[in-house]
């Protein structure tokens, strides 16, 4: 029953946004008269007479009103249907209390024995020789 609510307030929302875009486009702009005009040749101001302006703004007022309590209704649900699921998944989550919990005390751990080495230690047995003449970037020949 709640999924239905959920999706069918979702199409609320989305109606009224689009609802909203249509509202605003419709009104004038300053001097430039709005996209309404362009778009209708000032089809609000035929239907709606000399109070255009007072209209369209009470209207756009009470639609973005609707916009939001729509949006707070539709997120106060998703936050009671996650809290449903997750006590229907593991109820022991949400009732058991949350204890602080105590640093373990640091063990006293022997170092590490690091053995550095050096560049002679990394080639086993003897390097290789290099021939002056030979061309850059050909691999040096071994003994």
């Known amino acids: 029953m709640t999924q239905l609510l959920i999706s069918l307030l979702i199409l609320l929302l989305l109606l009224a946004s689009g609802f909203v875009v249509l509202i605003v486009l419709m009104q004038r702009t300053g001097q430039g008269?709005?996209?309404?005009?362009?778009?209708?040749?000032?089809?609000a101001e035929s239907a709606f007479g000399a109070d255009t302006n007072d209209v369209l703004t009470k209207t756009t007022i009470y639609s973005i009103i609707v916009f939001f309590i729509l949006a707070l209704v539709l997120f106060l649900l998703f936050q009671a249907n996650s809290t449903e699921k997750l006590e229907a998944t593991d109820p022991i989550i949400l009732a058991a209390p949350v204890e602080a919990a105590e640093p373990a005390a640091p063990t006293e751990a022997a170092p590490a024995e690091v053995e550095l080495s050096t560049a002679d230690d990394l080639f086993e047995g003897e390097p290789a020789e290099v021939d002056a003449e030979a061309e850059p970037g050909s691999a040096p020949q071994q003994p």
Not at 37 to 43: E, Q
């Open 33 to 43: 008269g709005g996209m309404g005009a362009a778009l209708g040749g000032g089809a």
